[in-house]
């Protein structure tokens, strides 16, 4: 069974502009979060979607989107991006929530420069 | 709010000697739990996870963990530590009670280095 895929895995895009980063899920899991790594705050919580529908949202700017489709697989989108926006985007996915295992991807390194 | 604190950056230990990355937890209903471990430039592997029953729970490589609600805690172990298992480990919490909090919310991580 095929794990998280991540595209691209490693792109540089300069500031102010914009990235997508996609994710396809494990097959059969609906649920699909985003996750932002960086040395200096962690590993982020930025949303998730079931079933093409945002349930939860992190704590960042507007800047920061998503959205899920029909075959559960899932985008991100950052615009006008900054240098802080550097970082390991990952994508994970389980059948659902509560106490279901969430797998995660490789991951999307994005350098902005 | 759930959160989750994982005391020690780093963790030293020499191969063949057991292993301990400790990790903490606050949330207000039940918990679930889990240990993911992140080799370089890699994304996270999950090792195992608690969520009800036995509390102590087996999982990948070798490793356990054992819940305990009193102290609130999800020590990660291994009896006997591997070269190979030196990598960044994270514990995570999401909040049972709160439908809302499906999130995991990540400690910020142990490195864990085995010297041979």
């Known amino acids: 069974k095929a794990g998280v895929t991540q595209t691209p895995r490693y792109l540089i895009k300069t500031r102010g502009q914009q990235v997508t980063l996609s994710c396809s899920p494990i097959?059969?899991?609906?649920?699909v979060s985003w996750y932002q790594q960086t040395p200096g705050q962690g590993l982020q919580f930025l949303f998730e979607?079931?079933?093409?529908?945002?349930?939860n949202k992190g704590n960042f700017p507007g800047r920061f989107s998503g959205r899920q489709f029909s075959n559960s697989r899932s985008e991100m989108n950052v615009s006008t991006l900054e240098l802080g926006d550097s970082a390991l985007y990952l994508c994970?996915?389980?059948?659902?929530?509560?106490?279901?295992?969430?797998?995660f991807g490789e991951g999307s390194w994005l350098t902005v420069v | 709010a759930q959160s989750v604190a994982q005391p020690e950056d780093q963790v030293n230990v020499a191969e063949g000697n057991p292993l301990t990355v400790k990790c903490t937890y606050s949330?207000?209903?039940?918990?679930?739990l889990f240990w993911y471990v992140q080799y370089p430039n890699r994304g996270l592997q999950f090792l195992l996870k608690?969520?009800?029953?036995?509390?102590l729970v087996k999982g990948s490589y070798g490793f356990e963990a054992e819940f305990n609600k009193s102290q609130t805690s999800f020590h990660l172990k291994k009896p006997s530590a591997l070269v190979s298992d030196s990598a960044l480990y994270f514990c995570?919490?999401?909040?049972?009670?709160?439908?809302?909090?499906?999130?995991?919310?990540f400690g910020s991580g142990t490195q864990l280095t085995v010297l041979p």
């Open positions: 994970a996915s389980s059948v659902t929530g509560g106490g279901n295992t969430i797998y």
């Open positions: 097959s059969g899991h609906r649920s």
């Open positions: 979607y079931f079933s093409e529908t945002q349930r």
């Open positions: 949330v207000s209903g039940n918990p679930y």
């Open positions: 608690y969520i009800t029953g036995d509390n």
């Open positions: 995570a919490v999401r909040d049972g009670a709160s439908g809302s909090a499906r999130q995991l919310t």
